[in-house]
Nanobody
Framework: QVQLVESGGGSVQAGGSLRLSCAVSGENYSPVIGWFRQAPGKEREGVAAISTRGSSECYADSVKGRFTLSQDNAKNTVYLHMNSLEPEDSAQYYC?????????????????????WGQGTQVTVSS
């Protein structure tokens, strides 16, 4: 089992930036870490995903060009850098880990393919 802890959420004005962190621990190796978000009354949406030992990453169209991923393997932490935030980005953000390897972007952004989830961190963007 893998444990994930998100941090870095908060309240910002539109156009601002936040960096979310996902600290990963546990015995199992997770080849893919994904970020998801869910706003009240909406379905969970895949935001971005990264292969932890490769160079693959992908982003949802809604955040492409504004959000980027990075990782610090020494700290077992994946970061989601969010720039040019919009009110529509307001949601609870979750990171997730899966044991299945990277295949393609749509699969990486599918929540069904993930095994373990963090507790989430809230992002609120005001206009």
């Amino acid at each position: 089992q893998v444990q994930l802890v998100e941090s870095g959420g908060g309240s910002v004005q539109a156009g601002g930036s936040l960096r979310l962190s996902c600290a990963v621990s546990g015995e199992n190796y997770s080849p893919v870490i994904g970020w998801f978000r869910q706003a009240p009354g909406k379905e969970r949406e895949g935001v971005a995903a990264i292969s932890t030992r490769g160079s693959s990453e992908c982003y949802a169209d809604s955040v492409k060009g504004r959000f980027t991923l990075s990782q610090d393997n020494a700290k077992n932490t994946v970061y989601l850098h969010m720039n040019s935030l919009e009110p529509e980005d307001s949601a609870q953000y979750y990171c997730a880990a899966r044991t299945r390897p990277w295949r393609y972007c749509a699969y990486a952004l599918s929540s069904d393919s993930y095994n373990d989830w963090g507790q989430g961190t809230q992002v609120t963007v005001s206009s």
